[in-house]
């Protein structure tokens, strides 16, 4: 060579990574210099180890604050990783060239977004930082608002500086005829060998053994110059600062190594990085460039952040697709439908050998149709579509997800730099065999198990330090305390919480105990509606984490808040997570006296408020109570335990006290009809009424000089939600109740009653609707039929004047089946002798029914 050998690449394109590596091949340079951050220099060895798979990422980090951050992520088919391992096998040197991290890092404090930064991680859905992409260009498919693109846009004289960003793949493709940026660059590099021929048949096979492999390298470097002259620098207002250093950093290795070099870069430099420029002036443009310390280590990375559709554009929407052409040796087509065919298989779908043989044909057909040099994804997905999937889109999103996309997360070697609370974030994931995953999975977990428990509480620190691994899920096989159920998904960007968690200590527990010490400090001394409930849940949080040294502060902080509080909606928000804190350390095995106190303070404090606190409310305000109402009850049937007075007696228990605060707001015409309503119904529900109870206060309520608005709200509260249908269906005196005062509702007000009554009843089922109907058109129940002999059963509330035993007996068979009883036991001659011994040997045998009544009373 008689100078450097510049590659311009497309960043993640396999035709490019198999370019790359053919002329690598052949030129043989005694130095690869590649785009991406200098401080990542000592860490290019640890890529030829065993436990380095891609994808991963150059992760870097301001020291100072580690929510400033950018990645480098890096592909089986990036060209930059694919020379990084070529001069590692060969134990050629590798240098980054670009602009450091610690400049870029910095360069955000300005108000530009520095490249790659992510905020702690987060990142608004569609965005794109810059140098999440490897060495900050463009994505593809990306075209910014206003974007001047080949012949479309504003003209400008040669050498013009653009005022927006340019998309170069968009003009040349555009230039060459295509409105298809992605479809362009296919046929022309990715669906191409590496000397330019067509893949349809073989890989890297094309272009003979004395063709150039710098040939396509050439072209593309005339076209982006051509580009340049028209453009300038496009629009990215760092890239003249980046290639400034990236000469430097050329002339220094050119000094150290001679001419025979290979750079790797973005083909929109490499003009840049062949244009006659002076030091000083390169230097003049580093100048005064502002600086951090800045951390840089490899992450796992996965294809679905390489995809931009999720969030997180690195330029590819298909890096599964990539990756298989990448690493397919031939018949990339057939080879693809076969995959295809392999996960379709696994999803129960009837796909044979001949739907493959067909997709392939018609995929071929196809691309030879729209002149294209091998089928793509838009082929492939026709193809699939029509002969796989019977003209149905379903296989589609599954295919999508999982090849196109793909699951695949990246691994890095235990020896990678890391921060302590990495270190023993991994430790203790690899003790509590716990692995990291991109796809999401479930996790149950049985609290009485310790390494569950253990599990448990990981999860709960790193929730509390912002590290969301697991989320909780609802548990569809137990309802139990002892059980929980966790989503675990392990996104790149958790590294990034990682090392912003660590400010707080060197492991697990020593952080998110100093954070939750902090943050009951801060409550304390704060103010505000959600201050209690916030505590309260802290304290939760710490009871779950399992956090002993973080209580205290964290007790104090709530009894604190507690005590200057005096609304009755916020205590009420605060009791539920307080009782549950209560029940789970009972379930765990931790010391919750404290909070038991403190909740049993606050439930007095609701008990004296609530009746005053509900008068006077406007439907908003009803509504809210009714909530607080509905809170505070659950809370108090989980906490309300027995109470050994002074005198050895023992004194009303905590339901009775809150029974006899409901009877109190049941009773006050002040109080809003829906908390009345709603009153009356739990008391119900507690057997707190009389058999003649509820039927009172529901005439009451539903009197002729009720205001009909009020009225409506009281049969909200008392029959809403989606158990009230069931009540009305069983309790016929009360649905009669209902249908009497809605028929004697005025005409003028039965238009403000109606919504009201549509709001409740269609929360019910419709099974529960039809029958109540059923119930309304029918009239009074008859009186079921009896076997001779046998009295009519008194009747219970709410229910007919007596039981059709006949019809009961019916369902012996299947109730000893779900009891697990044995069927002798009750209706054979022998053993109901033995359990009567009164009994006559000539008496005959019991009628079914009473078996029934036997059967029940034996069970219970």
Known sequence: ????????????????????????????????????????????????????????????????????????????????????????????????????????LAMGEDGEQPEGQTSGGEQPEGEQAEGERFGGEESEGDQPVGETSGGDGPEKEPGAQADVRVDPVRVLAEAAGYDDPERWWEDVVEHRGGGGTSRRSGGDSGGGADADAAAPFAALAEAMGALREAYGDGGHDRDPVREAHMRLRLRAARKEFGDNIAVVCGAWHVPALAQR????????????????????????????????????????????????????????????????????????????????????????????????????????????????????????????????VGEVLGEVPEDAPAVPLQRDLARTRRTLRLTPAALERELELDLRKETDAARSRLLHRLRLLGIPWGEPAHSRGSTGTFRETWRLRWEPELSVRVAEAGIWGTTVLSAA??????????????????????????????????????????????????????DVGHLAQALPALVRSVRYGDVRGTESAALREVAMGLAERIFVGLPPACAGLDAEGAAAMRGHLDATHQAVGLLGRPETGEEGRAPKSLRARWAAVLHTVSERDAVPGLIRGRAVRLLLDEGELGEEGAERLMGLALSPGTPPVDAAGWVEGFVGGGDGGMLLVHDERLLALVDG????????????????????????????????????????????????????????????????????????????????????????????????????????????????????????
């Open 513 to 566: 105990t100093a954070k939750a010490v902090a943050e009951a400090s801060e409550a304390s001394e704060a103010s505000g509606a959600a201050t209690l409930a916030g505590v309260t849940a802290l304290a939760e949080r710490c009871l779950l984490a399992g956090l002993p040294d973080a209580l205290p502060v964290v007790m104090q902080a709530l009894s604190d808040r507690a005590a200057l509080d005096a």
């Open 277 to 404: 420029t002076t030091m000083a002036a390169d230097r003049q443009l580093l100048k005064g460039l502002p600086k951090v310390k800045a951390t840089v280590t490899w992450v796992p990375w996965t294809h679905r952040r390489l995809s931009r559709h999720s969030g997180y554009g690195a330029g590819i929407a298909s890096p599964g697709w990539y990756g298989h052409l990448f690493s397919a040796p031939d018949r990339p087509v057939e080879r693809w439908l076969t995959k295809v065919a392999g996960l379709l298989r696994e999803e129960d779908y009837a796909v044979s050998s001949a739907h493959v043989i067909e997709a392939v044909r018609l995929a071929e057909g196809l691309a030879t149709v729209r002149g294209r040099p091998l089928a793509g994804l838009t082929e492939l997905d026709d193809a699939i579509r029509a002969v796989m999937g019977d003209g149905s889109d379903a296989p589609s999103s599954l295919i999508h997800d999982r090849l196109v």
């Open 1 to 104: 060579m008689t100078g450097p050998l510049l590659l311009g690449v497309r960043h993640h394109g396999p035709g490019s990574a198999r370019a790359v590596r053919a002329a690598l091949e052949q030129y043989t340079p005694a130095a690869v210099l590649i785009e991406g951050p200098p401080e990542a220099d000592e860490l290019v060895p640890l890529a030829a180890q065993e436990g380095m798979r891609p994808p991963v990422a150059l992760l870097a980090h301001a020291q100072d604050d580690p929510g400033r951050a950018a990645f480098w992520p890096l592909a089986e088919f990036s060209p930059e990783w694919v020379a990084m391992r070529w001069a590692l096998e060969r134990g050629v040197p590798v240098r980054f060239i670009d602009l450091p991290a610690a400049h870029s």
């Open 741 to 860: 005062w809605l028929t004697g509702v005025p005409d003028a007000a039965f238009t403000d009653v109606l919504p009201l009554l549509r709001r409740t009843f269609a929360e019910y089922e419709a099974g529960v609707r039809r029958t109540l109907g059923e119930l309304i058109r029918r009239g009074p129940t008859a009186t079921p039929r009896h076997p001779p002999g046998d009295a009519p059963d008194p009747a219970a509330p709410g229910f007919g004047p007596g039981l059709d035993r006949d019809r009961a007996a019916a369902v012996l068979p299947t109730l000893r089946l779900l009891l697990g009883i044995e069927q002798q036991g009750f209706d054979s001659e022998p053993t109901r002798q033995q359990a009567d011994p009164s009994r006559l040997p000539n008496e005959q045998p019991a009628h079914p029914s009473r078996q029934a009544d036997d059967l029940m009373g034996a069970r219970t």
